[in-house]
């Protein structure tokens, strides 16, 4: 149980934080964020992106999901059955 208190906790705090932010710098910082990820090896070699809706003051990851919807970036959109989930497949380059 620890260790899930320990994550709670963890969570809890970085909540608190994010929720004492103000509208721009969570605009500003979610930008950066994005920034990162799309120039990111990771992102580049991936072959599965998963996203989310950003709710409250979360992190808004909405501009990588827009990049993968480009039919230009080889993502393939597929909903996962029975769940609230986006998931991206990335195309064999043969296919874009």
């Known amino acids: ?12 705090y970085h909540k608190r934080i994010r929720d004492g932010m103000a509208k721009r710098e969570i605009e500003e910082k979610s930008r950066l964020i994005c920034g990162k990820v ?3 090896r990771q992102y580049r070699e991936a ?3 998963y996203g989310y809706y950003p709710l409250g003051n ?3 990851v ?4 827009r990049q993968a919807l480009c039919v ?14 986006w998931n991206f497949i990335r195309s064999p380059p043969s296919h874009r």
């Open 38 to 40: 799309l120039k990111s």
């Open 58 to 60: 979360e992190v808004n």
């Open 72 to 85: 230009e970036s080889g993502w393939l959109f597929r909903e996962q059955a029975g769940a609230v989930r």
């Open 1 to 12: 149980m620890k260790n899930l208190e320990t994550k709670q906790q963890i969570r809890n």
């Open 62 to 65: 909405l501009p990588i999901v």
């Open 47 to 49: 072959s599965i992106l």
